[in-house]
């Protein structure tokens, strides 16, 4: 049974590499695999992968400072290392540096995909994890209103739309967190193709020009991953 789980792998260990890229090939992941740094951040962009196994001690780029720009690019996705440095302090960085687990060589692949299964598991328990609803809520110094479906500040109340007031649900309910964007366009629009995507950049730009007027409260991209609503 296919794991549909797309992986990216860096290691600048060619033969290891392209022997664990095979082994989970063969049990169904899909793996792209990159053999420095560099060419690891540009995988990560071009391909989403939705868990990250990282060698640390790499050309171009190291492992440590290719997981902290995915952690910055993406909060959630799960970063594995896979390193034959076992010193305390270097597994201290890795875990401070926001990985999800550390896998010494030598390792079996048997192990590595109990724990790549387990992280991609607890991933997908966290995501159903039913988010707060509530009627109203307070934006700064805003008022939204879901069911009048009206935006205020003070005695201004702005009437939205219904697509408006679902996006500014959503955000309101990951408030200082980020809202990743493909499930809310599946939701709401029922595909996260490019057409899809670009009118949903409408109706966050629309949203930042009405919350403009409290400084306080700001609407982020996060990027390649959604957005995040700070107030």
């Not at 794991?3 to 063969?26: F, P, R």
């Not at 991933?123 to 994890?129: A, V, Y």
Request: hydrophobic fraction near 40%; proline fraction near 3%.
């Amino acid at each position: 049974m296919k794991e549909e789980i797309k992986l990216l792998l860096v290691d600048d260990e060619a033969t290891l590499g392209l022997i664990v890229k095979e082994s989970l090939e063969s049990r169904g992941f899909t793996v792209v695999y990159r053999q420095d740094g560099a060419e690891g951040w540009e995988a990560f962009q071009t391909h989403r992968p939705d868990i990250c196994v990282l060698d640390i001690m790499m050309p171009e780029q190291d492992g440590f400072s290719l997981a902290a720009a995915i952690r910055e690019a993406n909060p959630y996705v799960p970063i594995v290392f896979l390193t034959a440095k076992s010193q305390t302090r270097d597994v201290v960085k890795g875990f401070e540096l926001g990985a999800n687990d550390y896998v010494k060589k030598p390792f079996s692949m048997e192990e590595l995909i109990v724990r790549i299964r387990a992280l991609m598991r607890d991933r997908k328990l966290l995501s159903r994890q039913p988010l707060p609803e509530q009627d109203r809520w307070q934006i700064g110094q805003f008022e939204f209103d879901v069911r009048r479906q009206t935006l205020s500040l003070g005695s201004k109340a702005r009437k939205l739309t219904h697509r408006e007031v679902e996006v500014l649900e959503r955000l309101c309910r990951h408030r200082n967190q980020v809202m990743e964007r493909q499930p809310v366009l599946l939701e709401l629009w029922g595909d996260d193709n490019f057409f899809n995507a670009r009118s949903m950049d409408v109706f966050i730009t629309k949203l930042r020009k009405y919350l403009k007027a409290d400084s306080q409260v700001e609407i982020v991209n996060v990027r390649g991953v959604g957005y995040k609503l700070i107030c």
